[in-house]
């Protein structure tokens, strides 16, 4: 019986430890954000005034403690809360404005390279090549300037539209630049007609160049070397598709050591440019998880603020496949392992029914 209650104690205290006391350090770690939002104009207005409502409590909080330090603090933080919020709210309600639907391909087509778009980007599905190789495009821009092949595929038309009229917002980085540190890539002005129109155009013709997945299997399955005519699986074909989206949205900044890919912006500048260099990402499925990842790469600043990491922006079919991949690279054996942690949880439970009968055998010889 003694035994029993300590058992039953010994639960208690892990019930206690696993329902109330790490799910509080948790929320502490890692404080609750609103669910990722795909609608990036929705997202950023709640976004913004959320933070304000916080700004207007913290400056609350210190009136009433009347701490004038505090006070002055809280107030500033609430002025640039206010003004981040204006700006947010204008700038897409800029971008609602312009009717996407009306894009032209090929008059985006033109316009892209009368706009100079070229000068730094690449885009090799238009045979249109990188002006500068990797090396030498992060050290003149601090990370090397992505080819946009992809970028019908990756982004939604938004996004997009937002990108290209003022990437500092659409990636959220103005804490990070400005007039005085301006931004390698800068918003675009026009080429000489009608402003919106001319975005919906270059959207319309990054969208027509959109690859599918079979194309994006097959460029895949020739960078790595399989041979040609291979029969491919299902479950093949499914990482060699995760792996191409996430080499086209992440590697120019992240390594994955783990599957021997490696940045293609030099480490040196990129490491000037961002501030610290930007972490290996093959164990970062384990170390955040899958919903962590969801959440930081649809908004950076709602989970780290303050981050020098841009907003990645990614389509809600083009994040998944880079958790995916992720997932398929640095916790491959995880179903091996979950598995095994049942079989163990068995085990012990067996044990311990014979265990317990061999002790009742041996101490009623003694009574």
């Keep these: 019986m003694k035994e029993i209650r300590t058992l039953i104690l010994v639960l208690f205290c892990v019930g206690i430890l696993y329902w109330f006391i790490e799910p509080y350090a948790h929320t502490k770690l890692s404080p609750h954000t609103d669910p990722v939002n ?23 909080a210190a009136e009433k403690g009347g701490d004038e330090t505090m006070i002055k ?19 897409w309600d800029e971008i609602n404005k312009i009717d996407l639907s009306k894009g032209d391909a090929v008059r985006g087509a033109e316009t892209f390279t ?45 996004f997009l539209a937002a990108l290209i009229k003022d990437p500092i917002m659409a990636l959220k980085l103005d804490q990070k630049f400005g007039d005085e540190k301006p931004f390698p890539m800068p918003g675009f002005f026009g080429a000489g007609g009608d402003l919106n129109q001319e975005i919906a155009d270059i959207v319309a013709y990054l969208k027509s160049l959109a690859p599918s997945e079979d194309k994006l299997i097959a460029s895949e399955v020739a960078a790595s070397g399989i041979k040609q005519g291979t029969e ?16 086209d949205a992440c590697l120019r900044c992240h390594d994955v050591k783990y599957d021997k890919l490696f940045a293609s912006s030099d480490k040196a500048s990129l490491a000037a440019y961002m501030g610290s ?9 384990r170390s955040k998880g899958a919903n962590y990842l969801h959440e930081f790469i649809n908004d950076t600043q709602k989970k780290l603020p303050g981050t020098s990491m841009p907003r990645v922006g990614l389509n809600e079919n083009a994040e998944a496949k880079v ?7 640095g916790d491959s054996k995880k179903a091996e392992r979950e598995a095994t942690t049942i079989n163990i949880m068995i085990y012990f439970l067996i044990l311990s029914v014979f265990a317990g009968l061999w002790k009742s055998k041996i101490w009623s010889k003694l009574h």
Aim: aromatic content about 8%.
């Design 114 to 158: 009368n706009a100079g778009c070229t000068a730094c980007h690449g885009v090799k599905s238009a045979n249109i090549p990188a002006p500068m190789d990797a090396a030498s495009a992060s050290a003149a821009y601090g990370v090397n300037p992505p080819d946009l092949s992809s970028a019908g595929y990756l982004y939604t038309d938004q």
């Design 232 to 247: 491919l699986n299902e479950a093949q074909k499914k990482f060699l598709l995760s792996k191409a989206v996430f080499e």
């Design 323 to 329: 958790v995916e991949y992720l997932a398929d690279v």
């Design 73 to 91: 603090n809280s107030k500033k933080a609430l002025v640039g809360a206010k003004e981040q919020q204006d700006k947010t709210v204008l700038f």
């Design 277 to 285: 260099t930007p972490p290996d990402l093959s164990m970062m499925i």
């Design 38 to 60: 795909y609608d990036f104009a929705a997202g950023d207005t709640a976004l913004a005034a959320h933070n304000v409502a916080a700004a207007e409590s913290a400056l609350a």
